[in-house]
Nanobody
């Protein structure tokens, strides 16, 4: 069994900053790509940022230049630093990771954490 536990989020004013963290745990051989997605009620979940096992980063156009994803490989943790926040960044943010386990791969979601950007 593998798990993703998220922390951070909350309320920020436009132009402000927030940080999200996600820690992977459980029984696995390796953690491959880790990512943050977000979802606004009624909309599909969208990719925000991802980071591969080799450190390659990928960002959606809507957050490029404002958000930064980083990874601690020893602790199997990723952090999403969100700067210059906009009201349209308001969403539930979900961590997702691909695990290499005995017998194959698993790609669970975290429980989600609310980010609200409002004055």
């Amino acid at each position: 069994q593998v798990n993703l536990v998220e922390s951070g989020g909350g309320l920020a004013q436009p132009g402000g900053s927030l940080s999200l963290s996600c820690r992977a745990s459980g029984r696995f051989a390796r953690v491959l790509t880790m990512a943050w997605h977000r979802q606004v009620s009624g909309n599909e979940r969208e990719l925000v940022a991802s980071i591969s096992s080799t450190g390659d980063e990928n960002y959606s156009d809507s957050v490029k230049g404002r958000f930064t994803i980083s990874r601690n490989y020893a602790q199997n943790t990723i952090t999403l630093q969100m700067n210059s926040l906009k009201p349209e960044d308001t969403a539930v943010y979900y961590c997702k990771a691909e695990f290499l386990v005995l017998g194959g791969r698993l790609s669970p979601w975290g429980q989600g954490t609310q980010v609200t950007v409002s004055s």
